[in-house]
């Protein structure tokens, strides 16, 4: 068994990468990864030397890195490669659209080309757009409301549209806001924490009152690997953790946990335009085919502060150079 996992070296992808060369004792796995800002290789510093392993650096827009990473053939193609950060697809739509939708479309090609066997594609369930009651489940309508969400959409019809058009044997996972190790500091929970462990302030969007639906890296990574496996071709699965907190209640659970105080360390800012009060999904069908989450998130969160204050190498020089000039374009002036 080989597979082509792309945006490997990213925060899910080098989770997945990890858990499915420890769980598949035969599998083989080649990693192609564009190493972008996200794409780190110190994420998967501990598996480098493993000989079941095989990294390619290159662009999913790229049909000649895909071809090359291919090489003479695998038996399943893992997305992962993608521009992942709601508040700088605001900043800059463009990257998203090339890599989100043009990317998607390279690598179904090949699937088409090459009759590879399988090919999953990671979406997310922002895709469905604010859900301000019920879950969404995986017919609902998608209606996106930023530019990162709309280029996922955008992945995912390409992905059904090769389905229904050409037969391609196609599976999309649709996962809920994920955190845990590796995760790049730029996402609510990793700069909540870096932040609050340099006795920086953090920034609450709006009223903090916003749901998400936390789910663990590991289990996120296992739905997929599940999914994979065991999922209907042709069919989507939505992969959530059934941890719905509000923003606000996470930052106090960080603040305390990392000993500071919400009056001095919590800045409200002007809130993220369009922003999506709520996400929730119906995760029945993933369930029905073996998979559920196992990590508890209160649990799972003091866990993660641990992880970052334990990896200060980890992740010290990411907040360098190009992280300090976004974070500045996207909070100075708040
Ligand atoms: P984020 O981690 O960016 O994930 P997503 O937007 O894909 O859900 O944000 C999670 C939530 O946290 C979201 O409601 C926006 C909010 N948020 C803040 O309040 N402040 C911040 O600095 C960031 C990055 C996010």
């Known amino acids: 068994m080989r597979w082509l996992v792309t ?17 598949r004792p035969s599998l083989e796995v080649v990693n192609l990864d564009a190493m972008t800002y996200a794409g780190n290789p110190a994420n998967l510093r501990d598996i480098e030397a493993e000989p079941r392993y ?16 291919i090489g003479d053939g695998v038996d399943a193609i893992v997305n992962f490669a993608a521009e992942t950060h709601v508040d700088r697809s605001i900043l800059d739509p463009e990257a998203f ?27 997310t369930d922002e895709v469905y ?59 609510l929970i990793p700069l909540f924490v870096t932040n609050l462990l340099d ?8 009223d903090g009152l916003q749901i998400r639906d936390w789910l663990h890296v590991q289990d996120h990574a296992r739905g ?28 106090r659970s960080l603040v305390e946990s990392c000993g500071r105080s919400m009056d001095t360390h919590v800045r409200y ?15 029945t069908k993933a369930r029905a085919l073996g998979w559920a989450p196992r990590k508890d998130f209160a649990q799972g969160l003091l866990e993660t502060i641990a992880w970052y204050r334990d990896n200060e190498s980890w992740w010290r020089p990411l907040k360098s150079g190009e992280f300090l000039d976004y974070y500045k374009r996207q909070y100075a002036h708040r």
């Open 269 to 283: 800012v002007i809130d993220r335009p369009g922003h999506d009060r709520r996400y929730a999904v119906d995760t």
């Open 54 to 69: 095989r990294f390619v650096q290159g662009d999913i827009c790229d049909p000649a890195a895909v071809a090359h990473a």
């Open 129 to 187: 757009g604010d859900v301000s009651e019920g879950e969404s489940t995986e017919n609902d309508p998608l209606r996106p409301r930023s530019p990162y969400s709309a280029s996922k959409a955008g992945g995912d019809l390409q992905v059904l549209a090769y389905r229904a058009t050409y037969g391609t044997p196609v599976l999309i996972t649709r996962g809920s806001n994920t955190y845990g190790p590796y995760q790049y500091p730029e996402k």
């Open 7 to 23: 945006g490997g070296l990213g925060f899910i992808g080098s989770n997945f990468i990890r858990l499915a060369l420890h769980e």
């Open 224 to 251: 997929i690997m599940h999914v994979l496996e065991c999922g209907e071709v042709g069919h989507v699965y939505n992969i959530g953790g059934g941890n719905p907190w509000t923003n606000i209640d996470i930052t």
């Open 199 to 206: 006795g920086q302030q953090v920034p609450v969007y709006g």
């Open 97 to 123: 659209l090339r890599t989100d939708i043009l990317g998607t479309h390279v690598l179904l090609e090949a699937v088409r080309e090459r009759s590879v066997p399988r090919y999953l594609q990671v979406s």
